[in-house]
């Protein structure tokens, strides 16, 4: 089993910047896929952001990308997400998964964290 904890949300004005972080434990995930996920009220929760395990590849939805930073620390077994130049819109829960087969912006990994709340204030 794999947990993951969500941390750096908070209130942010537009323009502004955030830096999220996911701590896994249970298991070393440096050979898993990790990604972002977001969800907003009355929305579907959407794709932001995923890693290869090796963090040479990295894939991004378009509505963040140029704005968003996806990287992960094996040594620490964690994964941040860098968000800058927010954006009221970018408002919602954060999620963050794992999955030690899967890679890419569906619903398919196995974990995920409990998510963390961004406001982003216009």
């Known amino acids: 089993q794999v947990q993951l904890v969500e941390s750096g949300g908070g209130l942010v004005q537009a323009g502004g910047s955030l830096r999220l972080s996911c701590a896994a434990s249970g298991r070393t995930v440096s050979s898993y896929a990790m990604a972002w996920f977001r969800q907003s009220p009355g929305k579907e929760r959407e794709f932001v952001a995923a890693?290869?395990?090796?963090?040479?590849?990295?894939w991004y939805a378009s509505a963040v990308k140029g704005r968003f930073t996806i990287s992960r620390d094996n040594v620490r077994n964690a994964v941040h997400l860098e968000m800058n130049s927010l954006k009221p819109e970018d408002t919602a829960v954060y999620y963050c998964?794992?999955?030690?087969?899967?890679?890419?912006?569906?619903?398919?990994?196995?974990?995920w964290g409990r998510g963390t709340q961004v406001i982003v204030s216009a």
């Open positions: 998964a794992t999955d030690e087969h899967y890679y890419g912006q569906g619903n398919m990994y196995e974990y």
């Open positions: 890693i290869s395990w090796t963090g040479r590849d990295t």
